[in-house]
C-alpha cells in the first residue's frame, strides 16, 4: 500500500473511531454494558466515559488537620456533593489508599456500609437519588502525593494523584469547586487555589477556611503549607503574593523584582493575545525547595522549583532566559490547560505545547535582547531530536487506556517537539489565522473540556491545506526525516537542485514542512526559501543562480529533520553572522556526528575547540561546550581522555582568559570544571574551591561551589574533608540536606555507595526525587562506572515501581542518571538482555528505556564499530 492510500486509509479510519467515540460520549448511561464499567485499578477510560454522562455540579468540601510531626496521620473529612443520574451501576470514587483509611461513608445523611475495591469507593444506586445527593467521608488522607517534610508540606496531583489524598471523580472532564479547611501548626502559613475566607487559632493550630475555588479539574486543586516568607505585591491593578524559603538576601534582593514583573507582563500578553481578561479570582504562587518539576499551573497556587526563581548576580543569560519561560509557561497555562482543558489526558500535550509555544512569544518581549528565534532553537530542537532520533520514540499524540498510566505520556516530545510542530502549524496558517482560531477554542470551551480534533475543527475552516494528513504525519506519528540533496550544473550555474527526504527508519514518508537554504559565496550568501511538501523537491528558485562555495541546510533554524552537510560548513560556521544560522549548524553538526555522517566525534571536538573565542553569542557558547562535554565522556575512550583532556583544559582555560564578558567566563569555566581531568587542572580548582577565589573574574556562589565541591570528590581529589566542609559552608538549611542526602553516593568507600543504592529500593528513601536522580549522576558518572554497572540490572527492575510510586518525570529522569555515564559493550548488553528477558514490558516504559538508552547504544556503534 504506497503513502497516500495509507494515510487516507488512517484518515478515515480515525474518523469512525471519533465517531464511534462521539456516539459512546452521547448515549444513555442504560445502554452501557455492565462489563464495560467493571471495578480495577486506577481510571479506566470506560468509566470515565460514563462517569461525564451521570455526573454534574460537582462540589468538594475539604477539612485535613495537619499534625507537626510528619509520621503522624493527617485526619481528614468532605463532602462531595453532585447531580446523578439515575441507572443500575454503581458509582465509583477514586481512592488510591488501602480500606483501613476510610472511617465512615454517609450518603445524603445515612450512613452506609463501607463497599471498597481496587481503589474504588461503591456506593450502590439504591442509596442515590436522581439529582443532587451528598456523599459525607470521613478518612486519613493519604500521604503519596502531599510531599511533607519537617516543616512544610505541598501537593502535587497531576495527572491522577488527587486520588491518592483524598476520594473524588479524579478525571479531568469532571471539573468541580473546592471549599478547603485546612489545620496547620501555628507558626504555618497556607495557601490554596482559591482566596482566603477566614482563620481562627485553636491551641497550638491554625485553621485556615478558604473561599470556594473556581471550577477545576481535579489535578489542579492545590495547597502549600508550612514556614514560608510571604511577599505581597501589586501589580497592573492585581495583588499577587509569593510564598517562599529563600534565605540568600543577595539573591532575594536580585530576583523579587523580575519575578512580579515577568508576571504581570505575561497575563498582559496573554489577556491581549486571547482577548479573555484573567479567569480566576487571584493569582499566588509559591517557589517550592527541589520541586518535582519546573513549575506546575496550580489555579491561584501556581508552584514552581525554588532555583528556578532565585539567581544571583552570577546568573547567566539562559538562566535568566530559563527563568521568564518557567515563569511565562505556567501564566500561559492559566487559559491553556486551565480554562479550557483536556477531556482525556491522551490530549495532555495540548495544553503543554501552547504553554510552550505562549511561553516562548512571551519571553521574546519581557526580556530585553532576547532573539527569540534564537531561545526557541536552542529551548526545543536538541530536546526534541534527543528522544525523536531512538529506538523508543513516541509520538506527541498517544493513545491511554487508563489514567494510571498518564504519567507516561510525559517527555521531550510533548514539550519540545510539539512547540516546533506548532510553529509549522503557524507558518501554514499565519500568525493571524492561528490567533483568532485558538481565540475562538478558548471562547467556545471556557471552563469546560475539549479535544485536540476540537481544535483542528476549528482551524481547519482558516487554511485550505490539508490539515488531516498534516496531523497524521506531525503529531500521530513518530520521527524525523533525513534530507539529501543532488546539484546539476551547466559551467558556473545551478542547472537544478533536488531536495529529497525519508524517514531517519528507512521509511519512504513525507513531512510537509518550510525551511531556508543559504547558498554560501565567497563575498555574500543567498537565502533561498524551501516548500519541502512532497519527498523530492526541485527548488526552482535556486536554478540559474552561481554554483556556491556549499550549502548550507535550515539556515534559519525553522526545518525539522537531519540536514545534508555540505562543504566546509564546521570550518565556516563561526564566520556566519547571524546566531540563529551558527546554532542550526552547531546542532546539524551534532546530530549528524551522532549518526556517523560525515565527522567522528574526534573531528568534531577539534573543530569545536579552537572556535571557543569566536562565537560572540553566550547562548551558542553555551550549546558548543555542552555538545564538547557530552562529546567527551560519551564518545572517547577512556583510553584517549587523558591525552584529550590536556588539550582541552588548556584551550577551555585559554579562551576564559582572553573573553572580556563575564558569563562567558563562567560558562567557560563550568565546561573546564566538567572535562578536568590531569593532575594539574584538578589542583587548580581545588585551589578555586579551597581558597573560595575566582579565577579571572569569574563570578561563582554557594551553589557554584558547593557543584565544584561534587566534581572534586567524584574525582577522589586528596582532601577527604571537601564534601563535609562544604556542607558546613551551607547557610540555608533546605540546600544544606540536599548535600547531606547526596554525601554516600559521592563518597570514596565502594561499600558506602553500596549501601546508598541499596537504601534507594526503599520508597521513604526516593521521596526527594531531585535529590535521588542528582546523587544517581554522580554514583554513575563516567569516573565511577568501573563499580557501578553492578547497580544497573537492579536499577531497570526497580522501574515500574518507579513508575507507581513516583512522579511523571522521575522513571525519566531515573533512567537519564543511571544510563547517562556509559559507553560500554557490557552495560549495552545489561540493558538488551533487560529488554529481551521481559518481553510483556509496559510498553510506555519500554520506550523511556530504549530513549534513555540511546546514547549507550551509540556509543557502541561509534566506538566499537571497527572491531
Known sequence: MDLEKKINTTILISSFLFIICSLLLSCSPKNIPASEISVETGVPYTLAVYRKQVLQHIGYKLTLDIPEKKEERIAADEVISFSWKKNQHPLLIDFKEGKDHIKNVRVNGKQIPVAFEKEHIQIEPRFLRNGKNKVAIQFIAGNLSLNRN??????????????????????????????LTLSVPLVWSAVSNAPLKDSSLVGAMKTYRFEPSDTISTYLFSFVAGKFNKVQKEMGGRVMNFYHRETDTSKIRLSLDPIFRIHQNSLKFMQDYTSIPYPFKKFDFAAIPDFQFGGMEHVGAIQYKASALFLDEGATKDQEQDRASVLAHETAHMWFGDLVTMRWFDDV?????????????????VLTGTNYNLKFLLDHYPAAYSVDRTAGANPIRQPLQNLKDAGTLYGNIIYHKAPIV?????????????????????????NSNASWLDLIRILDERTPVDLQTWNKIWVEETGRPIFD??????????????????????????????????????????????????????????EGKGVPSFIFFNATGKGYGLFPIDGPLIAQVVNMNDPVMRASAYINLYENMLSRRYYTPLQLIDGYRTKLLAEPEELNLR?????????????????????????????????????????????????????????????????????????????????DYT????????????DQTILEEQLKRIKNPDRKQRLAFMLPALSRDVQQRD????????????????WVTTSLQYLHHPLRVATSQKYLKESLDLLEEIQRTGDIFFPQSWLQSILGGYQSREAANIVRAFLEEHPGYHPKLREKILQAADGL????????SNE
Open 150 to 179: 519537617d516543616d512544610y508540606l505541598y501537593t502535587l496531583l497531576v495527572p491522577d494523584r488527587a486520588r491518592t489524598v483524598f476520594p473524588c471523580f479524579d478525571q479531568p472532564d469532571l471539573k468541580a469547586s473546592f471549599q
Open 349 to 365: 500535550w495540548m495544553k503543554e505545547v501552547f504553554a510552550n509555544f505562549m511561553a516562548d512569544k512571551i519571553t521574546g518581549t
Open 422 to 446: 506548532m510553529r509549522q502549524l503557524e507558518l501554514i496558517l499565519g500568525q493571524d489565522s492561528l490567533r483568532e482560531g485558538l481565540r475562538e477554542y478558548l471562547k467556545i470551551y471556557a
Open 485 to 542: 540533496y543532488s546539484l546539476s550544473k551547466d559551467r558556473d550555474k545551478i542547472t537544478q537542485l533536488k531536495i529529497s527526504q525519508r524517514g531517519e527508519d528507512g521509511s519512504s514518508r513525507k513531512w510537509p514542512q518550510f525551511f531556508e537554504i543559504s547558498l554560501v559565496y565567497p563575498d555574500h550568501m543567498e537565502q533561498v526559501a524551501v516548500n519541502m511538501s512532497e519527498q523530492d523537491v526541485i527548488v526552482t528558485e535556486a
Open 623 to 703: 550549546l558548543m561546550t555542552s555538545q564538547l562535554g557530552n562529546t567527551f565522556w560519551r564518545f572517547i575512550l577512556p583510553s584517549e581522555r587523558a591525552r584529550l583532556a590536556t588539550v582541552l583544559e588548556k584551550d577551555l582555560w585559554t579562551a576564559m582568559q582572553k573573553v572580556s564578558a563575564p558569563n562567558k567566563k563562567k560558562i567557560l569555566f563550568t565546561a573546564f570544571q566538567s572535562i578536568a581531568l590531569s593532575k594539574n587542572a584538578v589542583d587548580s580548582l581545588y585551589k578555586v574551591w579551597k581558597e573560595q577565589k575566582p579565577p579571572l573574574d569569574v563570578k561563582l556562589t554557594e551553589d
Open 707 to 718: 557543584s565544584l565541591a561534587l566534581a572534586l570528590a567524584v574525582r577522589d581529589q586528596p
Open 755 to 770: 549501601s546508598f543504592f541499596l537504601s534507594l529500593k526503599e520508597e521513604k528513601n526516593r521521596e526527594k526525587e531531585t
Open 857 to 864: 547504544f551509540r556509543a557502541e556503534r561509534i566506538l566499537y
